[in-house]
């Protein structure tokens, strides 16, 4: 799991680098002429990075505000936050409340969706000493 999180973290760095240079636009251009394109974008690619991160950390929670929370969508949460912040100072991009509302979402919908499916985790099966229950 930990593999595709890097792989997938690589190819949005890829995008983030893309963006920033003012190249994304040649590559995805008809993402950004179809009507929420941009914003169902961020929606998928941050929400799949925010539970692949949580698998990745194996349902480990970290403590926020008195809460517990997915450590993976914690960190995800964190940096999204702070890439959309840092483009108010880049020519190329423009810091958009609209694009973190929809990072934001897809971390609590897609990365919560994620989490729920079946897959490596283990939950015990408590087993009884004395067989099944009666019926």
Known sequence: MRVLLVVFALCIGVIITLANSGLLAAHVGWLYRWPGGDKLAHF???GSLAGLADLACGGRASRVF???????SVWVTVLVVLEEASQAWLP???C???DLAADLAGILIVGGWLRSLP???KTPVAVS????APS
């Open 44 to 46: 998928l690619l941050i």
């Open 66 to 72: 008195g809460r517990s929370l997915p450590r993976g």
């Open 92 to 94: 190329t991009r423009s």
């Open 96 to 98: 958009s409340l609209t």
């Open 119 to 121: 897959g490596k985790r």
């Open 129 to 132: 000493p004395c067989g099944p």
